[in-house]
T-cell receptor
Framework: GNSVTQMEGPVTLSEEAFLTINCTYT??????LFWYVQYPGEGLQLLLK?????DKGSNKGFEATYRKETTSFHLEKGSVQVSDSAVYFCALKGAGTALIFGKGTTLSVSS | EAGVAQSPRYKIIEKRQSVAFWCNPI?????LYWYQQILGQGPKLLIQFQNNGVVDDSQLPKDRFSAERLKGVDSTLKIQPAKLEDSAVYLC????????????FGPGTRLTVL
């Protein structure tokens, strides 16, 4: 069945450091891929998405590229801020199937 | 635009008791989802409604969990009787019909079963 594997955290960075959170997936067909973010005390928010191979999703300085050849959708940001501290979830959705989430990666950014 | 509303935000109960959670989706969203998020894991879909009909409840433990969306708007998720392993955050989400790629999540209800 479909599944998502993302790197374990916590990830601890200093402000302005480069961020990568790895995400790989297993799926039949051509799923859509997502990154969701959960800030402390808040609900899940869609950060970015990509619906087909080679698409790049971007938002708030974050980017992720849908790589079908490596079944990956790694999240990157060139310069993180303290306000980016949150839990990040990679997710996929196939046609007619439920949204499936990874376990989440906690990011902590210090000034 | 108001977001997805959920109540209560927190609930503590003893095992074998019953509990109910309420969700009011974004106005005009025909599709409503309930997810269970156990600590340290990603959310897992329990049930999906399209208007007041069930689309997917394959992951719902039907011996103890039930959900309804009688008028196609707000929804209630019930657990009866609760077990220790039901301790989790219960998330409600909604989307426009046929726009499951754009789900909007509520703040969740954190359930602790003692």
């Amino acid at each position: 069945g479909n599944s998502v594997t993302q790197m374990e955290g916590p990830v601890t960075l200093s402000e302005e450091a480069f961020l990568t959170i790895n995400c790989t997936y297993t799926a039949t067909g051509y799923p859509s891929l997502f990154w969701y973010v959960q800030y402390p005390g808040e609900g899940l928010q869609l950060l970015l998405k990509a619906t087909k191979a080679d698409d790049k999703g971007s938002n708030k300085g974050f980017e992720a590229t849908y790589r079908k050849e490596t079944t990956s959708f790694h999240l990157e940001k060139g310069s993180v801020q303290v306000s980016d501290s949150a839990v990040y979830f990679c997710a996929l959705k196939g046609a007619g199937t439920a949204l499936i989430f990874g376990k989440g990666t906690t990011l902590s950014v210090s000034s | 635009e108001a977001g997805v509303a959920q109540s209560p935000r927190y609930k503590i109960i003893e095992k074998r008791q019953s509990v109910a959670f309420w969700c009011n989706p974004i106005s005009g969203h025909a599709t409503l989802y309930w997810y269970q998020q156990i600590l340290g894991q990603g959310p897992k879909l329990l049930i999906q409604f399209q208007n007041n009909g069930v689309v997917d409840d394959s992951q719902l433990p039907k011996d103890r969990f039930s959900a309804e969306r009688l008028k196609g708007v707000d929804s209630t998720l019930k657990i009866q009787p609760a077990k220790l392993e039901d301790s989790a955050v219960y998330l409600c989400a909604s989307s426009l019909e046929h726009r499951a790629n754009e789900q909007f999540f509520g703040p969740g209800t954190r359930l602790t079963v003692l």
